[in-house]
């Protein structure tokens, strides 16, 4: 029965897995737009992109070794000073492609706020089920210990704009409190209310609007050309780096938002069986951490956390096909791209950390017969 607690390490290598398949892949699908379009080496991206993995794995070594008790203790600090981070954007100018979404020093980049901000309301709302898992449909507890942040949260996300981010985040903080046991009635109202919301500003953001009509008119470009590239591939692929619509821009973004569909012309709809898989297999072990913590501010942290890395995958897979419009987000430890690699070491380095306190668990009930 411990052994069944014990993913640290399988958790690790699987990751590892995604990451080295990745990057290799994203390498051959960058290495055109770094040549002619940056004009750079065809490694460019790449290089970069080790250095944010050499980044993000230390993250994640330090974050599966510290007492992560800490996250629990100091939920609302964490979140202040994400709300914070998102500010500083905005109140100093800091403007971006006509977004303050990314935390700049000159023109180094940091990180861009609302990946942080998204980790931040997991933890605190996985503290909140902790605390009030008992009382969590009573309504005055909800509107007053809750709610606010969530909404101050994803205001200040819509506000850069990022209005993806804004909704896969609601998503996961619903799914969680769907979980914990929230009375269906409550869950629908949120829901109502949330979709009514989006829907609303969506005509304030005409780069989500033109995305969303160009949609459903079936005017989508992107997706056209990926699901072209995709049917280039076949089942086992043109063979690595030899995509013939990877070129010339016909692919937009195809380090980052379209890497899939790279990926797909060179490995065949084979090679996206493979990262599904193994990407599966992150979910289900990141599941079994959940389900065996005993602590249940850990159980709903690990739960977030997982639903919020396989739901990356699942809409960057649904737009690359044209099933949802664009949204720019990427898919973990694939796409190239600094803080959202980061953050997705961080949130694996809380998983393996989780894991490790479930065995001690487990070893100590073990010895005592608890």
Known sequence: MLQNNYYNYSLFFVVLSIIFLGSFLMYSASSPVAFYTYNKSDSYFLFKHFIWLTIGMSVLFIFSFIDCKFLKRHSKMILFLSWFLMLIPIILNIETNS??????IGNFTIMTTSDFARISIIIFTATFIDKYHQRINDIKILAIKLLPYLFITIGLIVYQP???????TSMIIFSLLYIAGLNNKIILGLLSSALLFFVSIIPFFPHMYNRIKYWIYGLNNQSSNSILSLANGGFFGTGIGDSEFKYDNFIPESQTDFVLAVIGEETGFLGIIIIFILFGILFYKGLEVSRFSRDRFFMF????????????????SAYVIGILPTTGLPIPFISYGGSQTIFSLLSVGILINISKMNLKDNRTRYYYGN
């Open 99 to 104: 977004a303050y979404r990314w935390l700049k």
């Open 162 to 168: 990022d209005l993806s981010t804004s909704i896969v």
């Open 301 to 316: 942290l690990s739960m977030g956390i997982t639903i919020n890395i396989f739901l990356y995958l699942i809409i960057n």
